[in-house]
């Protein structure tokens, strides 16, 4: 049956800065949700101050009706949503696996936006390995949900090329946006019955997992174009770090170098001075180009040089 004059109920569920395009995308259109819901706000900052998700702080600027919700064990998550007989349940970046009970509630469809171009990178990560893997392409994909991670028939996918030196906030930037054009599509596409979702392909299938801290750690043993990569698949989030002299280093920006042919173990500094920071990886050398010192601001490499005693020679080290 062909939508009726009135306009589809969504509920809208998202967390992270990645999530705000797409709702963003959703109030301004015909689909402004009746329900926004999002994951409780969290702990940061050295104080531990409670900060809400991005999705929760823009949906209040525009006077959405939001709730949190960090469970589905809790039965009245289930009958709240039924109140509401919701046409479309929207989940862009929500964090949490989806119950059968939960995904019976839409009368047309339960739509995810994931970050990648399915079966590929399926997980919580499909930013940050694409560009950790050297990929030269991703895109995004909207789905129908399933109780299986990101493995739903798809609806439509949308090619993105990754820039050889963007990082994974960068990328997801545009990954954002692109998914929320891509989503009002899909919505478009069901409500007008112009498409209908086809099955995920079994072949190709990997895997994104949730990444930690511990994930940024540098491997220079790998070659420069692997470090690179890891480098600036690892920023903003978890953050790329090294250790040098016990201190904790984070490496924000750095590019491979023309130094591919030299003795210096994976880790040594091979220079230190006008040309920047030089670093031996496995095969060849990476430059760093903006880095930060515990207790202090970022800095590009010659004005870090300037208050940190780094000299050609010194060994960055894989831990403590």
């Known amino acids: 049956m062909v939508a009726d004059d009135r306009n589809s109920r969504v509920v809208f569920f998202g967390s992270p800065e990645f999530a705000v395009s797409s ?6 259109s015909e689909y402004r949700p009746v329900l926004v819901v999002t994951q409780p706000d969290r702990p940061a900052g050295r104080g531990k101050r409670l900060v809400p998700t991005p999705v929760r702080s823009w949906a209040e600027e525009k ?26 349940v929207v989940v862009v970046a929500f964090g949490l696996i ?26 919580a990560s499909p930013v940050n390995m694409a560009i950790v893997n050297g990929e030269k392409t991703t895109g995004v994909t909207t789905m129908e949900m399933a109780e299986k991670l990101d493995s739903g028939p798809i609806y439509i996918q949308r090619s993105v090329p990754i820039d050889p030196m963007e990082n994974a906030g960068e990328l997801s930037d545009r990954l954002s946006s692109e998914g929320a054009s891509v989503l009002l599509e899909t919505l478009s596409g069901i409500d007008r019955e112009e ?19 511990s994930d940024g750690l540098i491997p220079w043993d790998l070659d420069a174009a692997r470090v690179h990569d890891h480098i600036r698949g690892m920023n903003p989030w978890p953050g790329s770090y090294t250790f ?24 040594v500094v091979i220079e230190a001075g006008r040309s920047g920071i030089i670093v031996s990886c496995g095969s060849g ?13 970022a800095h ?11 000299d050609t020679g010194a060994m960055f080290e894989n831990e403590v």
């Not at 469970?71 to 039924?82: I, N, Q, T, W, Y």
């Not at 990476?286 to 010192?293: C, P, Y």
């Open 23 to 28: 709702l963003k995308a959703l109030t301004e």
């Open 63 to 88: 006077g959405l009706d939001v709730e949190m919700v960090g469970s589905f064990k809790h039965g009245d998550v289930e009958a709240r949503l039924s109140s509401l007989d919701p046409d479309f």
């Open 300 to 310: 590009n490499a010659q004005d870090f040089l300037h208050g940190y005693d780094l």
């Open 285 to 297: 050398a990476v430059r760093i180009k903006r880095l930060q010192a515990p207790g202090r601001k």
């Open 195 to 213: 498409i209908s979702p086809g099955k995920q392909p079994i072949k190709g299938i990997s895997m994104a997992p949730r990444l930690k801290k």
């Open 98 to 123: 989806f119950p059968a009970g939960i995904l019976r509630i839409a009368s047309k469809a339960n739509i995810n936006v994931h970050a990648s171009l399915l079966p590929a990178y399926r997980g």
């Open 244 to 267: 040098h002299g016990g201190d904790y280093l984070k490496v924000h920006r750095a590019e491979p170098c023309e130094r591919t042919d030299h003795p210096a173990r994976p880790g």
